[in-house]
């Protein structure tokens, strides 16, 4: 669970990275027409916006190993009607966590979750072999984009029946020698 929150910090600050690039024009306006009256003068290197912009995209783009669960796969007759139901019966079931349906010559396919360890993805898919048991965990590699869009409540410690009700813990009984 802490790896987990790692390195969803070190993806947001990667993602930020990527953003405050966007805002590089502003602050250089910024600094231009101070509100205190000095005066500032910028000389940048020709290739320097390049090179951070290069810099921030790469960032944003860097792919990780990760888990995402099968929900269901097929080329059938029905396969895109079937896949449309079961993606929408997971949305309904799983409000906050990511599922996709993709078309992938020949199958239509619905996938949930963006897991960064097994033992997350392990832990979202025996709540969803509940409501889908012919689920069953895939290694997908991910982008730091699609980690930080997943919901962190779907991290969330959840109860053996998946109402998401987690048991307070037991205060520790007070031992002799306190």
Not at 104 to 119: H, L, M, N
Not at 156 to 172: L, N, R, Y
């Amino acid at each position: 669970m802490m790896k987990t929150i790692f390195s969803i910090l070190l993806l947001s600050l990667a993602a930020a990275t990527a953003a405050e690039a966007q805002s590089l024009e502003a602050f250089k306006q910024r600094l231009v027409e101070p509100d205190s009256g000095a005066r500032v003068e910028i000389h940048e290197a020709p290739d320097a916006a390049a090179a951070f912009s290069a810099a921030s995209r790469s960032a944003a783009e860097k792919r990780h190993s990760g888990w995402r669960i099968n929900l269901y796969t097929s080329n059938g007759q029905n396969a895109r009607f079937e896949a449309e139901e079961v993606k929408k019966s997971f949305e309904e079931s799983f409000p906050g966590v990511s599922v996709d349906m993709v078309y992938d010559i020949p199958y239509f396919k619905v996938s949930a979750g963006r897991c960064v360890t097994s033992e997350e993805a392990i832990m979202l898919l025996e709540r969803v072999r509940a409501k889908f048991p012919k689920a069953f965990l895939m290694r997908e590699t991910l982008t730091a984009a699609d980690l930080l869009e997943e919901n962190p409540e779907a991290a969330a410690p959840q109860s053996p029946d998946g109402t998401g009700d987690v048991p307070a813990a037991e205060p520790a009984a007070a031992t002799p020698d306190e």
